[in-house]
């Protein structure tokens, strides 16, 4: 629990707080920990609306002066073969709705494709599912009720501006939007996204991977994303 967060008065407005905030929960994160907790002063709205700035919300009053504040921590999925990272994908289609946005990082062979085809497999689109490196963007619609999948690959992308060029706000609204190799380029498409990190294990011949899912906005305050990993949070 992070018990008490102040930043000088010579030093306000200079971005410390937030930066605070994100290595807190990095730390957390690291530990294996599923949430941040804090406590904050009921006499002070504008301090509490801070917090519920960068996801934190109040999930009970402890006395008449102080609320006890809560936000999720960034879900992390240990996934030791490519076909439990297909599976991870599947079960990360069943949380998606239309106008979803993924931003997947991940070195080569990390496994970013892999997880799309899990993915479109949720959504049962039709058609095979590769990375699109050369045409850039794939459309794939869903054989179901499902939305359909936009895939997306920025590898060849040097700016937002370029993959701008690709349109995408035209079908966002009505599909799940998914962009490899987004990093510094998909955030502007929308405040509210998934952002998922495929890291591989130290050890070379070991095909493990460490998936890392982050709900960024209000749309993903409430979505229990540790279900991925099999494990139930409790608020």
């Known amino acids: 629990m992070l ?6 008065p010579g030093h306000r407005r200079n971005g410390v707080a937030f930066h605070m905030i994100v290595a807190a929960a990095q730390l957390a994160t690291d530990a294996g920990m599923r949430r941040l907790q804090l406590i904050a002063r009921r006499e002070l709205p504008h301090v ?15 006395d008449d002066h102080q609320l006890l504040l809560a936000a999720a921590l960034p879900a992390r999925v240990v996934v030791p073969t490519a076909d439990d990272m297909r599976h991870l994908g599947v079960r990360l289609a069943a949380l998606l709705a239309p106008g979803d946005l993924i931003v997947a990082n991940g070195e ?8 799309t085809q899990g993915i479109a497999e949720g ?5 095979p599912v590769t990375s699109p490196t050369f045409v850039l963007s794939r459309i794939h619609h869903s054989t179901g009720t499902a939305p359909q999948l936009v895939h997306v690959d920025a590898y060849r992308l040097g700016s937002a501006a370029e993959l701008d060029d690709l349109d995408l706000d035209e079908t966002l609204a009505d599909s799940v939007t998914l962009v490899e190799w987004g990093a510094g380029l998909a955030e502007y498409l929308a405040t509210d996204r998934l952002e998922i990190d495929i890291e591989r294990s130290g050890d070379v011949d070991d095909e493990t991977r460490i998936v ?13 994303l540790w279900a991925l990993a099999g494990v139930q949070e409790e608020w």
Not at 108 to 115: E, V
Not at 123 to 127: A, D, I, T
Not at 212 to 224: A, F, L, M, N, Y
């Open 3 to 8: 018990h008490r967060v102040s930043v000088l």
């Open 48 to 62: 509490v609306c801070w917090w519920q700035g960068y996801g934190f919300e109040v999930i009970r009053e402890l």
């Open 212 to 224: 890392t899912v982050r709900g960024i906005g209000p749309r993903w305050r409430g979505v229990d």
């Open 123 to 127: 959504l049962q689109v039709s058609g």
């Open 108 to 115: 080569l062979g990390a496994g970013k494709t892999t997880l």
